[in-house]
Structure formats: structure tokens, C-alpha cells
């Protein structure tokens, strides 16, 4: 009687199937079974980031479009730095007469064409630019 060839069967091992995370190490679940952790990833679209937000996905579209929250658009879509989501919740969003005059102060020292949009200001207020000039 000819020898028939088999296809040969593969027994799968446990080992097998457990694969290790970004950082080499399993994660065992409450029962037992090892899991892969989920990579996160750092760029969001805008369910992602309403979910991480938790917001309502229209809401968030309503203030990236404004710029009040930091995203980008991409055609039609959106996309959301994470690390740019927790700085901005982290950020102190309401600031004192006093750190916006330091936020700007020197800001146009250098401006070459400073003294002259000044001087036109005052020309077109009609008024001195200083006691001397009346």
C-alpha cells in the first residue's frame, strides 16, 4: 500500500499566542489570561479626542474651528496632538492685566515702523503726541 502524505498539523501552543507589549512585559487580566496592552497613540482624530475630553464630537469640531482647543484640520477631518490636549487642559487659561502687559512688553521695540504708525495715530485723533507739540 503507497505511503499517503498528510498535510502536518500544527498544535498551537499557549506560549504562542502570547505576544509582549512596546515594552516587553504581558499584562495579565483579572482572569488570568495575558493581554496585549493596547499602544497609545499620539495623534487623535475627533472621536478619539471628544472621547478623551469627554465632550460630545460636534462640540469639540465647534472649538478647534474657533481655536479655542489646539487640533488641526485636514480636509475634512481633524486631528488632535494628545500631548497638545493635556497641555492645553493643564494651562492656565485666564490671565492678569499684569502677565499680558509682560507677555508684550518689548514685544515691538524693533519695529522700524513703530514711531511713524504712531505719530499717524495721533495725527489722525488730532491730537499732540506730547505737551510740546500743541
Known sequence: MPATKSAPTRMKS????KSPT???KRKPSSNGVVHRAKAEHPVLTLPEAARFLRLLP?????QALIGAIPGRRIGTEWRFLKSALNDWLGARTIKSNKEVLMATAGKYKDDPFLDEIVRQAYRERGRPMTEDDK
Open 14 to 17: 499557549r506560549t504562542a499566542t
Open 22 to 24: 512596546a515594552n516587553g
Open 58 to 62: 460636534a462640540v469639540l469640531a465647534d
